[in-house]
C-alpha cells in the first residue's frame, strides 16, 4: 500500500520559516520525482516546486530565494523548506510522487498540511 504522509505545516507569522516534509512507503522512492503543490481557498492547485529523481530543482517564480525543495532518498522523504514566508503563501500543501512509464504517468499524493502565515 502506497503512503505519502505529510507534517510540518502550522501558523507562522510573516517572515517566519516551516519545513515541510513528506514521508513515503510502498514505492521505490528514488525512482520517483517530488512535485511540491498548494492551494488556496478559492484558488486552483499551483505547482510550487520540483525536485527529479537526479536533485534537479525548479520553482515557481513567486517562491524563488525563499523555498527549497530537496529528498532524502535513505529516509523515502522529500522536504520542502519555507522561509521568508508571507501571507500569500497561506495554502494547503500536497506533496506529488510522480514518475512516467511507457508515456503514463504514475502519481501519488500526501494528504496535505495547512500553512498559514499571519500576524
Known amino acids: 500500500q502506497v503512503q505519502l504522509v505529510e507534517s510540518g505545516g502550522g501558523l507562522v507569522q510573516p517572515g517566519g520559516s516551516l519545513r515541510l516534509s513528506c514521508a513515503t512507503s510502498g514505492i521505490a522512492f528514488d525512482l520517483y520525482a517530488m512535485d511540491w503543490y498548494r492551494q488556496a481557498p478559492g484558488n486552483q492547485r499551483e505547482l510550487v516546486a520540483t525536485?527529479?529523481?537526479?536533485?534537479?530543482?525548479n520553482y515557481v517564480d513567486s517562491v524563488k530565494g525563499r523555498f527549497t525543495v530537496s529528498r532524502d532518498n535513505a529516509k523515502n522523504t522529500g522536504y520542502l523548506q519555507m522561509n521568508s514566508l508571507k501571507p500569500e503563501d497561506t495554502a494547503v500543501y500536497y506533496c506529488n510522487a510522480n514518475k512516467r512509464l511507457f508515456g503514463r504517468r504514475y502519481e501519488y499524493w500526501g494528504q496535505g498540511t495547512q500553512v498559514t502565515v499571519s500576524s
Open positions: 525536485i527529479t529523481i537526479e536533485g534537479s530543482t
